[in-house]
């Protein structure tokens, strides 16, 4: 189990790392995993890496 990510579905009050993983890949079709490398670049990049204008 990945401990960043179950760290951060409890602090936004999933029931758990599956739950974040279903609901981030449901809206935006991708997993925390695969978007932890495309904010990275995004932090250097000024691009906020979303597939949408929040």
Sequence with gaps: ???VSAAVAETCGF???SHLTRTMRRHLGLTPGALRPDRAEAA???DDGLPFDA
């Design 1 to 3: 189990m990945d401990t």
């Design 15 to 17: 029931a758990g790392q």
């Design 44 to 46: 250097t990049s000024g």
